[in-house]
């Protein structure tokens, strides 16, 4: 899986696009003032380096050399600063309690995993923190628009709403939404979002 991670951001255009995902995009105001961000599986960076821009003090975690390059290219041409750090987040620890907020978008692993990975998440922010993320649901297999190809991959609304069960749940969406972000993620698609307070 690394390997084709590396080789997908190899290409010089940034498959995912150069903007933020929408659903980061419009809840970001909910990081207020300047805050320490962690982004897990950012790939290339576009939402690390739109955090950046509003003035956090951001932190990537991928697993892909290529990923993280483009990311520190990104961000130096639009004149921010992003720490990038490698790290499998299947089997790498990840600083407990060290964030303000953290986000993840479209990071899919196997169901095996997911839960693991999103305790991490969820971990990695101190107490009174926000936590947004935006995945792919089952039903991104009928819409072909982006995402894994295998149900393995993507996650179920009962399965997110169990793992933050315990946390303030600001914000929780599972349906259709419109995603234009590079040419991997082209038109109506199936997600589910979360947003909690820790």
């Known amino acids: 899986m690394q390997k084709n991670w590396n080789e997908r951001f190899g290409a010089d255009e ?7 995902n929408a659903f980061i995009e419009t809840q970001a105001s909910r990081f207020e003032g300047n805050k320490k961000i962690a982004a897990f599986a950012e790939g290339e960076g576009r939402n690390a380096v739109f955090l ?26 639009f004149g921010v600063a992003v720490e990038t750090t490698q790290k499998d987040l299947i089997q790498d620890d990840v600083p407990s309690e060290t964030y303000d907020g953290a986000v993840m978008v479209f990071g899919h692993f196997p169901k095996i995993d997911q839960k693991n990975v999103i305790d991490k998440l969820i971990m990695s922010v101190k107490p ?23 149900k393995d991959m993507l996650y179920t609304p009962a399965d997110l709403l169990e793992w933050t069960k315990d946390y303030n749940v600001l914000h929780f969406f599972y349906g259709e939404a419109e995603r234009e972000e590079g040419t991997l993620h082209t038109g109506m698609a199936h997600v589910i979002q979360v947003v909690i307070e820790k």
């Open 14 to 20: 940034y498959v995912y696009g150069e903007h933020p």
């Open 52 to 77: 950046a821009k509003q003035g956090h003090n951001v932190t990537t975690f991928d697993y892909a050399e290529n990923g993280l390059q483009k990311t520190k290219n990104l961000a130096q041409r």
């Open 128 to 150: 009174g923190g926000k936590v947004m993320l935006e995945v792919y649901s089952e039903e991104q297999l009928h819409y072909q628009t982006g995402g894994p190809k295998t």
